[in-house]
């Protein structure tokens, strides 16, 4: 990612607000979000449980892709009010902050602080996005459920209660993981191109829904993405939360080729094939990631830890 000055990207930051909603917590859209579940557990090596690679367990994690968006229905507002924000993150006001810590309270703090010093940006730690940090807590809670799972086939004690809470725990990691190989939830271009615009893109708010649902629906097919998915081999992350970034800014280096494609028409009717091979690599990108961060965290629940006894 290019590197500006503190006082550059405050500066550009002031500037577009004004010209900006807030961010809203659309996703891929409920197609999009089944394939990348569904393509993930497809696509898990043989040496995790046979129950995570089962039939039920394709249909059920498929199932929970979706989830975190329905619970976005004004009737729950403070539901939506809480959860919005882990579905994006805006790079560029999150860079203003420094780095990312592991902790969401810690960048929340240094968000805090950057917000305080440059009171024309009008913003709030909430409407900067803390995507990557719900995903790795989604990640920490499906170890969890993993290394208790280990500790009752060790003792041969009933697991299905583990499996199902292991199934919903990789459903929810799944719909973040997602969101984050979608480019437009990495940005403040997230609907429509705001501030100086020399390009000409649209500035409509429709470009959004347009590519990731619209789009998704009617022309990429899931045997064409799980074909890309299976040329990568599975991978132990180590690192989840830098590799995570990693990820996340890689996904972010991909906003404008989204302008430039719908500027061409590109994801109007049957799409061009510029627009098709692009979006089946973004999705095949997020099943890629959910399936490694899933074997990852099954690997690394057999890592010894202090259990937790209670306050002491």
């Excluded at 999150?94 to 305080?116: C, H, S």
């Excluded at 990429?220 to 990820?247: F, G, S």
């Amino acid at each position: 990612m290019r590197s500006f000055p503190a006082s550059v990207r405050f500066a550009a930051a002031a500037s577009l607000l004004c010209l900006l909603p807030s961010q809203s917590a659309w996703a891929w859209g409920h197609t999009g979000h089944e394939l990348v579940n569904r393509l993930a557990i497809q696509f898990l090596p043989a040496d995790t449980p046979a129950f995570l690679r089962n039939g039920h367990a394709l249909d059920t994690v498929e199932y929970f892709g979706p989830e975190p968006d329905r619970w976005h229905n004004k009737s729950e507002q403070e539901l939506r009010d809480h959860e919005s924000p882990d579905h994006f993150i805006d790079m560029e006001y999150a860079n203003l902050a420094g780095t990312f810590p592991r902790e969401r309270y810690d960048f929340i703090v240094a968000a805090q602080k950057a917000v305080a010093e440059h009171p024309e940006l009008k913003l709030s730690p909430a409407r900067i996005g803390f995507q990557p940090w719900a995903v790795e807590e989604a990640w920490q809670k499906l170890k969890v459920d993993m290394r208790y799972y280990r500790k009752l086939l060790a003792t041969n004690q009933d697991m299905a209660p583990a499996e199902i809470a292991i199934l919903y725990d990789c459903g929810i990691l799944g719909h973040y993981v997602g969101d984050g190989s979608q480019p437009l939830h990495t940005t403040i271009q997230y609907n429509g191109w705001t501030g100086a615009n020399p390009s000409g893109y649209t500035t409509d708010h429709q470009i959004h829904a347009k590519f990731e649902s619209t789009y998704v629906s009617a022309d990429i097919k899931r045997d064409d993405v799980a074909a890309i998915v299976a040329t990568t081999k599975p991978q132990v992350i180590n690192d989840e939360w830098a590799q995570y970034l990693d990820y996340l800014k890689h996904s972010n280096g991909f906003v404008e080729r989204v302008y430039q494609i719908e500027k061409t028409g590109g994801f109007d009717g049957a799409g061009s094939p510029e627009a098709k091979a692009f979006t089946q690599e973004r999705l095949a990108a997020g099943a890629t990631e959910l399936r490694d961060l899933i074997y990852s965290a099954w690997v690394h629940s057999a890592d010894p830890v202090e259990e937790y006894k209670g306050p002491q």
